[in-house]
């Protein structure tokens, strides 16, 4: 497998999880969304990715883009260890916590919204997370064991942990989050988190490794 990763993009950062959960080794292929005015928008990643988004995955002879698409894809193809539940109710848990960072947080303060706000940028951003951090922080003490969903790593944790590093990246305050600090704590001293975090890839900036 090939991975076409940002050190810091928290989508790659996900599927940096999956890989290593799953014990998948792969060659990574650093794109800079900074530098060249946007290396994603070259025309060979354009080729490989239409969306011009990281990350994007070539295996098993094709192409995936979407970091929860590739996620499904390596559980189906990788069962173990699972990253969706057997019960149901547990499982369209992990989906709908999933969906709500996906699609509810983090693309509201990604990189191409924030080039647009100009100066409030960061402002933005903070209110951005903050606002879906307190629905969060409501539905994960229903549902949180040591992990988002019980006691077991799942796609919920995958995408929680790249964005409470955004969150800390933005200045948000996490004090009246303390579930998904708490959550976030016992994630990051799992192995598979710890070598696919942003300040230990190939690509990051001397200045910011751990």
Same mark, same amino acid.
């Given at each position: 497998?090939?991975?076409?990763?940002?050190?810091?993009?928290?989508?790659?950062?996900?599927?940096?999880?999956?890989?290593?959960?799953?014990? #998948?080794?792969?060659?990574?292929?650093? %794109?800079?969304? #900074?530098?060249?005015?946007?290396?994603?928008?070259?025309?060979?990643?354009?080729?490989?990715?239409?969306?011009?988004?990281?990350?994007?995955?070539?295996?098993?002879?094709?192409?995936?883009?979407?970091? $929860? !698409? &590739?996620?499904?894809?390596?559980?189906?193809?990788?069962?173990?260890?699972?990253?969706?539940?057997?019960?149901?109710?547990?499982? !369209?848990?992990?989906?709908? &916590? /999933?969906?709500?960072? %996906?699609?509810?947080? @983090?693309?509201?303060?990604? $990189?191409? &919204?924030?080039? @647009?706000?100009?100066?409030?940028?960061?402002?933005?951003?903070?209110?951005? &997370?903050?606002?879906?951090? @307190?629905? $969060?922080?409501? #539905?994960?003490?229903?549902?949180?064991?040591?992990?988002?969903?019980?006691?077991?790593?799942?796609?919920?944790?995958?995408?929680?942990?790249?964005? %409470?590093?955004? /969150?800390?990246?933005?200045?948000?305050?996490?004090?009246?989050?303390?579930?998904?600090?708490? #959550?976030?704590?016992?994630?990051?001293?799992?192995? !598979?988190?710890?070598?696919?975090?942003?300040?230990?890839?190939?690509?990051?900036?001397?200045?910011?490794?751990?």
């Amino acid at each position: 497998p090939v991975l076409y990763s940002y050190f810091r993009s928290s989508c790659s950062w996900r599927v940096r999880i999956a890989l290593a959960l799953k014990g #998948i080794s792969y060659d990574l292929v650093p %794109v800079n969304l #900074i530098k060249d005015g946007g290396q994603q928008f070259s025309p060979e990643f354009k080729a490989l990715n239409p969306m011009q988004q990281v990350p994007a995955l070539k295996i098993d002879g094709i192409t995936l883009s979407q970091s $929860l !698409a &590739i996620i499904h894809y390596l559980e189906e193809t990788h069962p173990n260890p699972r990253l969706l539940p057997e019960d149901p109710k547990k499982r !369209a848990q992990v989906r709908m &916590i /999933a969906d709500h960072i %996906v699609s509810g947080i @983090q693309p509201l303060q990604n $990189l191409s &919204i924030l080039k @647009q706000m100009g100066e409030k940028k960061m402002e933005w951003a903070q209110n951005c &997370i903050a606002s879906g951090f @307190q629905a $969060l922080e409501q #539905i994960l003490q229903h549902t949180a064991g040591r992990y988002c969903v019980g006691d077991e790593v799942s796609m919920a944790d995958l995408c929680l942990a790249p964005q %409470v590093a955004n /969150a800390e990246r933005f200045k948000v305050d996490m004090g009246p989050y303390p579930t998904i600090t708490r #959550i976030n704590k016992a994630l990051l001293e799992l192995e !598979a988190f710890k070598i696919s975090h942003p300040s230990r890839q190939p690509d990051t900036p001397a200045e910011l490794r751990a």
